[in-house]
């Protein structure tokens, strides 16, 4: 069958991987109403496309935090890769090198962050979970700026897990052939490694739930790797993230894997936008499918957008063909809303290229 958009890669991954993997990269929280949201939101947002305007020529490129990539879609931290295809991160940091864009390399994966460097020249940031022993978290930072990553990206919306009830119903666990590969020689204390899935329950059960404001500050001291914050979704707290040295903003609700119910991130985005007027970039995470999602984005004022699931699913039925095609779809999609839209590079897209749903007050969330 050919592929003909993202989407369909992942009725080919449903088909490919058991049930216990696949539900627990497709799940979301409770009741998963966000998890639906963040792809309808979309779908509330219409162009205004303006006419005869010259698009002969398209220009996707942009740059993020200095570095120059050739297109503002980037890959998003998705844990435990090697669940999905044999090649794992190493598949999808190849992929992701070739299309000339940015990887982001999850805490939780079973790649390292010097296997992934191995693969070749990359711009890659690497994600991070702040845990309990804060020795653990300088490690993982130091070993990230050593093997060359560019950028941490905090996951802030994390002091407990999310209740996903799919993993609660499978028994999710770490396959045994598998491991966090971050973690290996680490120094970890004193911990139980009594079971096979030791290094999974550590990262699971050691996320510090005491984070605060003043552990930005207290990051910023043990390494020179700008941070971006993940998982912001307000005004209030993208001031403050401003206000305390963030140099970047990845408006996430996790993929909709923590709290339920709240905005999907595309409803969240302009929000934030407006409350940081510039001074730092703001990235979108959750529900993009399309080029046409990219564009909506980049219309609410983000400067790129990362993709999760579609990278997992893709991963599963093609290895890093599968990536590599996934990333040229969405870049060939954005080039041809660009182009109907009547526009030639990104700064030229604007607010005015859209209207969304919820600029009225008639704006309702969809039932479930």
Known sequence: MEITNVMEYEKIAKEKLPKLVYDYYASGAEDQWTLQENRNAFSRILFRPRILKDVSEIDVSTRVLGFNISMPIMVAPTAMQKMAHPDGELAT??????????????????????????????????????YEDRYVVRQLAKRAEEAGFKAIAL??????????????????????????????????????????????????????????????????SITSLPIL????????????????????????????????????????????????QGRIPVFLDGGVRRGTDIFKALALGASGV???????????????????????????????????????????????????????????????
């Open 93 to 130: 940091a190849r992929a992701t090198s070739a299309a000339g864009t940015i990887m982001t390399l999850s805490t939780c994966a079973t790649c390292s962050v010097d296997e992934v460097a191995s693969t070749g020249p990359g711009i890659r940031f690497f994600q991070l979970y702040v």
């Open 155 to 220: 996951t802030v919306d994390t002091p407990r897990f999310g209740r996903r009830e799919a993993d609660i119903k499978n028994r999710f666990a770490l396959p045994r052939d598998l491991t966090l590969k971050n973690f290996e020689g680490l120094d970890l204390g004193e911990i139980d490694k009594t079971n096979d899935s030791w290094l999974a329950s550590y990262a699971a059960s050691q996320v510090d739930q005491s984070l605060s404001w003043k552990d930005i500050k207290w990051l910023q």
């Open 229 to 276: 914050l993940k998982g912001v979704l307000t005004a209030e707290d993208a001031r403050i993230a401003v206000e305390y040295g963030a140099e970047g903003i990845i408006v996430s609700n996790h993929g909709a894997r923590q709290l339920d119910y709240v905005p999907p991130t595309i409803m969240a985005l302009e929000e934030v936008v407006k409350a940081v």
């Open 306 to 368: 990362f993709v999760g699931r579609p990278t997992l699913f893709s991963l599963a039925a093609d290895g890093e063909a599968g990536v590599r095609k996934m990333l040229q779809m969405l870049r060939d999609e954005l080039e041809l809303t660009m182009a109907l839209s009547g526009c030639s590079s990104l700064r030229e897209i604007s607010r005015n290229h859209i209207k969304t749903d919820w600029d009225f007050p008639h704006y309702l969330p969809a039932k479930l």
